[in-house]
């Protein structure tokens, strides 16, 4: 009997996830097993949708800020030994005076 069982496990999740794929919920195999867990374990579907959107809004976010972060030019320091590194602009001055000074 446990194969019978296992079988239309196998099945409810299969149709579960093929729902999910044609609802473009972008959810995998394994969420969408956990998630069922926890709706049988009587977790509110609502609470856990909430919990979905709001992870996913997250991980947005958290990209398109390191996508910027990746993107934004970064003013070059050079270190000098002292405490504070010059800027990429205050070497290029410093170099210039050291110059004049031949």
């Known amino acids: 009997m446990s194969d019978g069982i296992t079988a239309s496990r196998a099945e409810i999740m299969e149709t579960v996830y093929e729902l999910s794929r044609l609802l ?3 959810l995998d195999r394994d969420t969408l097993a956990i998630l069922m867990a926890l709706i049988q374990k009587g977790v509110n579907p609502e609470a856990l949708a909430t919990v979905v959107k709001d ?3 997250e991980a947005a976010a958290a990209a398109k800020q390191q996508q910027q972060q990746m993107e934004t030019p970064r003013e070059r320091t050079t270190f000098t030994g ?3 590194p010059l800027s990429t602009q205050e070497f290029q001055v410093s170099q210039k005076k ?3 000074d031949y």
Do not use: D, P
């Open 82 to 84: 002292s405490k504070q």
């Open 98 to 100: 050291r110059r004049s």
């Open 24 to 26: 473009n919920t972008g």
């Open 55 to 57: 992870l996913r809004k």
